[in-house]
């Protein structure tokens, strides 16, 4: 399912990095609505975890009426429900919709890139969550076709995580988002899909950033965030917004190599306002990952 709380594409120059955008829909006078739209889609943690122990029993449930013979017709042969395909076609759409970035900046673009995508897990998905995802590919659609990324905001998508956090096999990573550190991020990790499950315990809004290196960029971490094209360098692997108080989730797979976790956003935010202070992370809100 698209992560629509996530909709963050902040530049990494420490230059620019103060005038990023904290709004889902841009800058300035629009920080307030994004920002607190950011903040109600934010999953509340008990209601996820109820959420989660909800979708693990309908799927037993699901599975007991589907491995269950048909009185009526003994011809009849349900479709078989791969979870391991429908897992895999999640972990990819979460990844390219977290460094697909703001929708808002090139809805088309967007809309085209994930289509194929979602239409992938609409396929491999449960019949439990098929109208979910017939809409979810229907509003792609119309976002391409009427060029307006706020059709997605009516998106189910605390539904669908709740079902993948349940039965998929990702590795779960809870991370507290302080100020300014990052709480129980490890920074070593095997190779591998996961859930990072984000918690903002402070008084700030934080983003949970994680980047790597593009294929042949040799520069360090402290040029990449010094420099004015260190954006360009990077590809965005995870991104998870909290405001003060809230809850977010990135699902993606990381391969072997080392990256960066990161909070851009700058100093004094709030899920009413933008801050004018220095980047997070020039606060120590930085952290390699180096994934094995």
């Known amino acids: 399912m698209i992560n629509l709380r996530n909709r963050r594409r902040p530049a990494l120059s420490i230059g620019v990095v103060a005038a990023l955008s904290v709004a889902a829909n ?153 100020s300014y550190m990052f709480d129980n991020l490890p920074s070593t990790l095997g190779a591998g899909d996961y859930d990072f499950e984000v918690n903002n315990t402070s008084t700030e809004a934080h983003l949970l950033l994680i980047v790597k290196r593009k294929a042949g960029v040799t520069d360090s971490w402290d040029e990449l965030l010094a420099s004015a094209d260190g954006q360009d360098k990077v590809d965005t692997v995870a991104a998870a917004f909290t405001a003060p108080g809230g809850s977010a989730y990135a699902v993606t797979h990381l391969d072997a190599g080392e990256y960066l976790a990161l909070c851009p956003i700058s100093k004094g935010s709030t899920a009413e306002t933008e801050g004018t202070g220095p980047p997070h992370f020039t606060l120590g809100m930085q952290q390699v990952i180096t994934v094995k």
Not at 30 to 58: I, M
Request: charged share 15%; aromatic share 4%; net charge negative.
């Open 26 to 178: 841009g800058c300035g006078s629009d920080a307030k609505t994004a920002a607190t739209t950011a903040a109600t889609a934010s999953p509340n943690t008990a209601a996820l975890t109820t959420a989660r122990s909800a979708a693990a029993v309908a799927t037993t449930e699901a599975v007991a009426t589907t491995d269950a013979p048909d009185a009526t017709d003994e011809t009849a042969t349900p479709a078989a429900f791969d979870g391991t395909a429908y897992c895999r076609a999640e972990v990819a759409l979460e990844s390219a919709s977290s460094a697909a970035g703001d929708p808002s900046e090139d809805p088309v673009g967007f809309a085209t890139a994930l289509l194929p995508l979602a239409q992938a897990s609409q396929a491999a998905a449960p019949a439990e969550l098929a109208a979910t995802f017939a809409t979810e590919t229907a509003l792609l659609q119309q976002v391409i076709d009427i060029k307006d990324a706020d059709v997605l905001n009516s998106l189910d998508v605390l539904t669908v995580h709740a079902f993948d956090a349940a039965n998929c096999a990702w590795t779960g990573e809870e991370v507290t988002l302080e």
